[in-house]
């Protein structure tokens, strides 16, 4: 660690990884629901909120972390105001924790969420941001907050990187498309276009940036490779990913009423996503292939299999079901629901993992510590989401066959096919949940136990 004011990554990355354990905790109480509907006190329609919101907002602080530890040490600054930052994060904390006891109250007690000033007070009710208005003013301010801490530091540095405008290029990014989520339009179609822009366009647009930017960095930092080859892959790599992930955003188009050109602009620019992840993949083996004095091999590890796993889950298994011809009969099933989950493993939970395992051992200053258990943690979560998805993809398969082609009612499909996948998909998740318990577990250990360091004994020689 350079600077001192990059200690403050720490604070979010604790958050975000308690966030995660609980995020996957309750993806097992839903997984759990498809089997028995009334297995928990809150039911199932709030307990996938929880889940689903609380990937996002562990990403989101993960990823804040992140860049208050790459915008210093690329500024060759400390940070512009570390109370700020402070201030910025205990925010977020409080007010994340509100909207959760508020999605909890609400499950127990549907009549609580009542209107206030003409908007609702504990749920919006629009999936995947549901976030009540109170609580959408608050995180915008909080990302305000953060993208001005980052840019003051900066232009009172005047140093100005690939890397580090690449990154606040796409939080700002990530901040705009935010805004469309914030007003309503009595047009159902109308709303969902701008809905879209919140859902999409974060994560195959900002966040994809975001991530071009902090596989950039962390390649040179775990292989020391140059600085000018790693940035020059990035431009091309973001500008790719910018090129087919906005117009791809048509795909979803043609589902809300609008023209039908919109699914065949969206499945073709689809199509072509995979092309910069799969760059993104090669560049990653090439440095590492280039450059074998490697400082962190755990970092690196988790960093080319972001590199892996974000082409095959973003890319190979969006483009099987985007395609037009294919797209007019999966969307919506549980084919997607497969995609979604590889592609956010892949992208961005493994993105930020190994941004924690690359920088967390420099703030904690471990010149060494135990890799066994980041390994062991890898290896459970990804055989496990593997199996995940492959059990989901059948039953999309199946729903596709029984319920676009032979016309069943949506219901009976539900009732009756697809027990078994479900209680699988639940063994698998428990072996899911094992994989992130050892990764919390080495998180609050790391650098703080000993490590055996093998030693060598000289053998005697006699004359």
């Known amino acids: 660690m350079k600077y001192k004011s990059q200690k403050i990554a720490q604070d979010f990355y604790t958050f975000a990884v308690l966030l995660f354990f609980v995020?996957?905790?309750?993806?097992?109480?839903?997984?759990?629901?498809?089997?028995?509907?009334?297995?928990?006190?809150?039911?199932?329609?709030?307990?996938?909120?929880?889940?689903?919101?609380?990937?996002?907002?562990w990403l989101l602080t993960g990823l804040m972390g992140a860049t208050y530890f790459v915008v210093p040490e690329e500024s060759q600054s400390e940070l512009w105001s570390i109370p700020l930052a402070r201030f910025q994060f205990w925010a977020?904390?409080?007010?994340?924790?509100?909207?959760?006891?508020?999605?909890?109250?609400?499950?127990?007690?549907?009549?609580?969420?009542?209107?206030?000033?003409?908007?609702?007070?504990?749920?919006?009710?629009?999936?995947y941001i549901e976030a009540p208005r109170w609580a959408d003013l608050l995180i915008a301010l909080s990302v305000i907050l953060f993208l001005f801490n980052n840019f003051m530091t900066m232009y009172k540095s005047r140093r100005w990187t690939g890397i580090q405008g690449t990154l606040l290029g796409g939080l700002t990014f990530l901040t705009l498309m935010y805004l469309p989520g914030m007003f309503y339009t009595k047009s159902m179609v109308k709303d969902q276009f701008w809905w879209w822009w919140v859902v999409h366009l974060w994560v195959e647009g900002s966040w994809e940036v975001i991530a071009g930017a902090l596989l950039a960095f962390m390649l040179m930092k775990v292989t020391n490779a140059p600085r000018h080859v790693l940035e020059r892959w990035m431009y091309i790599e973001v500008a790719l990913v910018l090129f087919t992930g906005i117009l791809g955003l048509g795909h979803h188009y043609y589902w809300i009423g609008t023209p039908r050109y919109w699914l065949w602009v969206g499945g073709i620019f689809s199509a072509l996503e995979p092309i910069p992840l799969l760059l993104m993949v090669?560049?990653?083996?090439?440095?590492?292939?280039?450059?074998?004095?490697?400082?962190?091999?755990?970092?690196?590890?988790?960093?080319?299999?972001?590199?892996?796993?974000?082409?095959?889950?973003a890319g190979l298994w969006g483009v099987i079901h985007t395609l037009p011809m294919v797209n007019k009969w999966t969307h919506g099933t549980q084919i997607t629901t497969a995609h979604g989950h590889l592609a956010f493993y892949g992208a961005y939970v493994l993105l930020v993992v190994s941004m924690i395992y690359i920088t967390l051992p420099l703030i904690r200053g471990a010149t060494e510590f135990n890799t066994s258990r980041g390994y062991r943690s890898f290896w459970w979560m990804t055989i496990s989401m593997i199996f995940i998805v492959l059990t989901i993809t059948g039953a999309g398969m199946v729903q596709t066959y029984m319920e676009r082609l032979l016309g069943l009612d949506y219901v009976t499909v539900k009732a009756n096919y697809n027990l078994w996948f479900w209680v699988f998909r639940a063994i698998f998740g428990f072996g899911f949940l094992y994989g992130v318990f050892l990764f919390v577990v080495d998180f609050f250990k790391l650098g703080k136990e000993p490590v055996e360091v093998p030693v060598k004994v000289a053998s005697e020689t006699t004359t």
């Open 282 to 313: 090669w560049d990653a083996f090439r440095v590492t292939r280039e450059h074998r004095v490697v400082s962190n091999r755990l970092g690196l590890f988790y960093a080319v299999a972001h590199a892996i796993f974000n082409f095959v889950g």
């Open 23 to 57: 995020q996957i905790a309750v993806g097992i109480i839903a997984a759990f629901q498809f089997i028995w509907p009334d297995f928990f006190i809150l039911n199932f329609n709030t307990v996938r909120t929880l889940h689903i919101n609380a990937l996002v907002v």
């Open 92 to 127: 977020t904390v409080v007010a994340v924790t509100v909207v959760v006891v508020g999605y909890i109250w609400m499950g127990l007690n549907p009549q609580a969420n009542k209107f206030v000033f003409g908007t609702t007070l504990l749920n919006e009710g629009r999936e």
